[in-house]
Nanobody, 126 residues
Framework: QLQASGVGLVQPGGSLRLSCAAS????????IGWFRQAPGKEREGVSC????????YYSDSVKGRFTISRDNAKNTVYLQLNNLKPEDTAVYYC?????????????????????WGKGTQVTVSS
């Protein structure tokens, strides 16, 4: 139901855009989160966007480099990754939860996701 795309091998300092599209529901009523998991590490929430006001949240590790946005006409949420670092290498997942709540913190937005897409690999290497 959720499909993440944007597999890429980029050099450090490069950019990549990930997309998260839904096929069976309208994403504009869902909070959308992006998560990542690197080999041997726990899954990490990196960004989230509210459904009510499109307020965005970022983890400290990506703040200032990643940008989350949504295009309701295309029923797609994007994660723009700039100034990529080798430590950004991971499988990236998008997830969604139906909500009208306006969250105040990143954890509130990221917790409790109901739908998960298959991951997409991002590799940052020279």
């Amino acid at each position: 139901q959720l499909q993440a795309s944007g597999v890429g091998l980029v050099q450090p300092g490069g950019s990549l855009r990930l997309s998260c599209a839904a096929s069976r529901f309208a994403l504009n009523s869902y909070a959308i989160g992006w998560f990542r998991q690197a080999p041997g590490k726990e899954r990490e929430g990196v960004s989230c966007i509210n459904s009510s006001d499109n307020k965005t949240y970022y983890s400290d590790s990506v703040k200032g480099r990643f940008t989350i946005s949504r295009d309701n006409a295309k029923n797609t949420v994007y994660l723009q990754l700039n100034n990529l670092k080798p430590e950004d290498t991971a499988v990236y997942y998008c997830a969604a939860k139906y909500t009208i709540v306006t969250y105040s913190t990143p954890d509130e937005c990221l917790n409790g996701m109901d739908y998960w897409g298959k991951g997409t690999q991002v590799t940052v290497s020279s």
